[in-house]
T-cell receptor, first 112, second 113 residues
């Protein structure tokens, strides 16, 4: 079945540690996105990528980094510079940026 | 003013009734409008999308768009307890050099038997 796979489902970060969240899709979609959701809040865009080897900052990119070396994969690194990383992280994709986005199951990140 | 406004709720309706969820927006340039359903602890799931003024129906769901008044609504007919979730309104538009979705904070719907 085609879809978006995020891993791990739960992740814990220690002080000063970088952690990487995985997002893989087999939908052959060009565009991929990372969002952050805090309790009771809407989704906020962290980074997005429209094609391989290209990505742009979203509204809250500080403390995060991404790469897009393959069409299927768009990993997100939460760096130690992100002082409040506890949130629900969602990866999404669409065939192009004008189409509806579909989401993975998310990764819940907490601080130890 | 927030770009996308939704009443946080909870909106409580009895089983079998019509639930009406509303969303207002500030950017007149928005071209595409989406409704997502999000169960507690889960990721958003696309319910409807609408691009033109008027109504669009899909089963028990109807999306209504009025660009002049800058609002989009979602009607759920014959509401079921399984419809209890948070409904997110999202707008598509071109901003900062790219097409992006802007999400509202969501309306929590509770359907009681």
């Amino acid at each position: 079945d085609g879809g978006i796979t995020q891993s791990p489902k739960y992740l814990f970060r220690k002080e000063g540690q970088n952690v990487t969240l995985s997002c893989e899709q087999n939908l052959n979609h060009d565009a991929m996105y990372w969002y952050r959701q805090d309790p009771g809040q809407g989704l906020r865009l962290i980074y997005y990528s429209q094609i391989v080897n290209d990505f742009q900052k979203g509204d809250i990119a500080e403390g995060y980094s991404v790469s897009r070396e393959k069409k299927e994969s768009f990993p997100l690194t939460v760096t130690s510079a992100q002082k409040n990383p506890t949130a629900f992280y969602l990866c999404a994709s669409n065939p192009n940026s004008n189409q509806p986005q579909h989401f993975g199951d998310g990764t819940r990140l907490s601080i130890l | 003013q927030k770009e996308v406004e939704q009443n946080s709720g909870p909106l409580s309706v009895p089983e079998g009734a019509i639930a009406s969820l509303n969303c207002t927006y500030s950017d007149r340039g928005s071209q595409s409008f989406f409704w997502y359903r999000q169960y507690s602890g889960k990721s958003p799931e696309l319910i409807m999308f609408i691009y033109s003024n008027g109504d669009k129906e899909d089963g028990r769901f109807t999306a209504q768009l009025n660009k002049a008044s800058q609002y989009v609504s979602l009607l759920i007919r014959d509401s079921q307890p399984s419809d209890s979730a948070t409904y997110l309104c999202a707008l598509g538009g071109f901003s900062g050099g790219y097409n992006k979705l802007i999400f509202g904070a969501g309306t929590r719907l509770a359907v009681h038997p």
